[in-house]
């Protein structure tokens, strides 16, 4: 009986080990860059709250980003999609174009007719700074549909300490964690 017994406990270890062996081969989470996107920022005189301030266009080929890390799997493994980080970086050589006309930047995430909720905010200090970490919102949701459009654009919006007196040439470059299922 004590045999049968020690043989039941090593076949359930083993099994046991052997599902948790298919689970990490089924599932996997990688990290994957968007960037650097090119666009201008327009010169703003409205110092009004929630101004637009820029619609981004986001080249994203989620596909191929995929398939740099492991060519098994593809968009249609995807089972979520969050955001880990948005960077601004002005582009502009000129000394005083920074981000100190900026008083506050909230990031939303725009494909096809969806819209994200509010993904990123940040309180610009008033300081020359020319790139931006904006920090991403704990809650950050599941952008798995809109991903899927296609068609992405980051909207953002926010108000202005004061107005801005030319073109900013701009970049920005994100990181998105994708959890992938077979």
Sequence with gaps: MRGSAFFFLIASLMLSSACSKINDTTVMNITVNQGPAAYNIPIISSLDTGTTIATIPVPFDLDALIKLQNTRLSSKNVKKLRINSINLTITDTVKDVTFANFETLSIRLQG???????????????????????????????????????DLKYVIRGTLRKATTKVYATTTSSTFRVELEL
Excluded: F, R
């Design 112 to 150: 096809g007719s969806l819209s994200s909720n509010v993904l990123a905010t940040l309180n610009v200090s008033d300081s020359q700074v020319k790139t931006l970490n904006i920090p991403v919102n704990a809650t950050a949701e599941d952008l798995k549909d809109i991903i899927a459009t296609g």
